[in-house]
């Protein structure tokens, strides 16, 4: 009988057949690599003996099975990821490992160090600077081409397109990391101190894949910090939508992180609740602000002051002049600190400033919580909530008196309500009612309300669903 006569073959590093195709996957997902990608001699060699043993037994009747126990073990892949999230994807999707951007070399690093936990690298000894507004405008790349999500295809920038080589590419790393080494290149931070461009990581060490994700922070979607805008690989394509803090499930799991390589800067086109802007870290001095103040240090304060849960105060956004709406914003922050008498004052100084830069102290207590300090005319304990609108506008002839803004909150009924929400469906903004409107504020107001205001190409706090003046005059003009 004639034995077979094997011989490598080495096709070309393009292949489009099926058996290179899977070969580049194998790569890509950190399994044994062949010696032409980089492998092991002593990998190739146990793999070729296989090959052959396997092969012979086959043509001389005795199986395969007793080849492969005589060959010794083939190296194989350190610890995978499965991202479970939504807790149907089974066992058979596995999230790629640390691999070099699909159809390039790996960059060199230089060593690693070396790790207790197996298969999990160290600490890359160096990472790519850069500044958040790069980071968003990199997770909107896939967002604006809607890349399917996938746990073993690359996108054509050589990412994997999963949660993780989402991150990777957000990240502008180089390689594609998986959901066990995301956080080697990031430092663990608190939910306060989370800003755009950080992550949300929820890595179960244990049994990867049970929920393993990760997600890219893009900023506060509420003044009460329970939801944050959430950019992440997810099926059927990438997506940024509020998502409840830290996640829709196992929400106590996913743990903030900061990029080692992100730089301070200014995020000119990502709107962060509180965020200060470049030259803000310095007090101007209290002569900025108070009556006829017109300059953009009022306006940074409104900015600031709005993400510390002052955006009742402002129902037409911030502003350069200086108002009212300035003065009792920085007193309920003030008295939020639990400051009294000529320390609440409402004009900023040095220590409120530096506070609100700095993003420390307290939070100015949502419309009816207790906060020390007394406001007057308020119960003992409570932040004066705004004044209302005068009853009429100036030059808002034939338009109904706004009846401010409290009338529109949660669980307030009023006749407002239901005339605002009748000039809605008018307007042609009444698509989210499924009964029609009535006299108790719903959340098909806000968004039928928000709606509107979008039309009117307002965007961020001026865009949120509750009317202001401004709202109210366009409606019903």
């Not at 809607?146 to 746990?151: A, D, E, L, R």
């Not at 100084?349 to 949502?366: A, C, F, N, S, Y």
């Not at 119960?379 to 506008?393: F, R």
Request: aromatic share 8%; glycine share 14%; net charge positive.
């Amino acid at each position: 009988m004639t034995m077979p006569v094997f011989e490598e073959y080495e096709p070309a590093g393009d292949c489009v057949c099926l058996g290179c195709a899977r070969r580049r996957r194998t790569l890509a997902r950190g399994r044994a690599i062949a010696l032409r990608d980089g492998g092991h001699p002593a990998a190739r060699g146990a793999r070729r003996a296989l090959v052959l043993a396997t092969a012979a037994g086959v043509v001389l009747g005795g199986g395969g099975s007793a080849a492969l126990a005589a060959s010794g073990p083939v190296p194989g892949p350190g610890p995978v990821a499965l991202d479970d999230r939504n807790g149907s994807d089974g066992p058979g999707t596995p999230q790629g490992g640390r691999a070099p951007l699909h159809g390039r070399p790996a960059p060199a690093t230089g060593p690693r160090p070396p790790s207790s936990a197996a298969g999990r690298p160290g600490a890359p000894p160096a990472v790519r600077a850069i500044d958040r507004a790069t980071i968003i405008n990199r997770a909107k790349i896939w967002l604006d081409a809607q890349v399917p999500y996938s746990m073993s295809e690359y996108w054509s920038d050589g990412y994997r397109q999963d949660c993780s080589g989402y991150v990777s590419m957000v990240w502008n790393l180089g390689t594609n990391e998986w959901t066990g080494s995301l956080d080697t290149f990031a430092t663990k931070i608190t939910k306060e101190e989370l800003l755009p461009g950080d992550m949300l990581l929820f890595h179960n060490p244990a049994d990867p894949n049970n929920g393993s994700h990760v997600v890219i922070f893009g900023g506060w979607a509420d003044e009460t910090r329970t939801h944050y805008i959430a950019y992440e690989q997810t099926r059927p394509y990438t997506r940024k939508l509020a998502t409840p803090y830290g996640y829709w499930k196992n929400s106590e799991k996913y743990l903030p992180y900061r990029y080692n390589g992100v730089t301070t800067g200014v995020l000119a086109d990502v709107p962060v609740p509180g965020a200060p802007a470049a030259g803000a870290a310095v007090f101007p001095g209290a002569a900025k602000f108070g009556p006829g103040a017109d300059n953009e240090h009022v306006t940074e304060l409104a900015k600031m002051l709005i993400g510390r849960g002052a955006l009742r105060f402002y129902p037409k956004g911030p502003s350069s002049k200086w108002s009212e709406a300035d003065r009792q914003a920085t007193q309920a922050f003030q008295l939020a600190q639990g400051w009294t008498g000529a320390d609440a004052d409402g004009i900023p100084g040095e220590h409120t400033w530096r506070l609100l830069v700095q993003r420390q102290g307290k939070d100015i207590p949502p419309t009816g919580r207790t906060a020390p300090g007394t406001a007057p005319g308020t119960a003992p304990g409570t932040v004066k909530p705004p004044k209302a609108p005068p009853a009429a506008l100036p030059g808002s002839a034939g338009v109904p008196a706004y009846p401010g803004l409290r009338v529109f909150r949660p669980g307030q009924s009023h006749p407002a309500v239901l005339a605002l929400g009748r000039r809605l469906v008018q307007k042609g903004f009444g698509k989210y009612y499924t009964s029609g409107p009535g006299l108790r504020w719903s959340e098909a107001d806000r968004r039928n309300v928000e709606a509107f205001q979008r039309a009117q190409g307002w965007r961020g706090a001026s865009a949120d669903g509750y009317p202001g003046p401004e709202t109210w005059r366009r409606l019903f003009a």
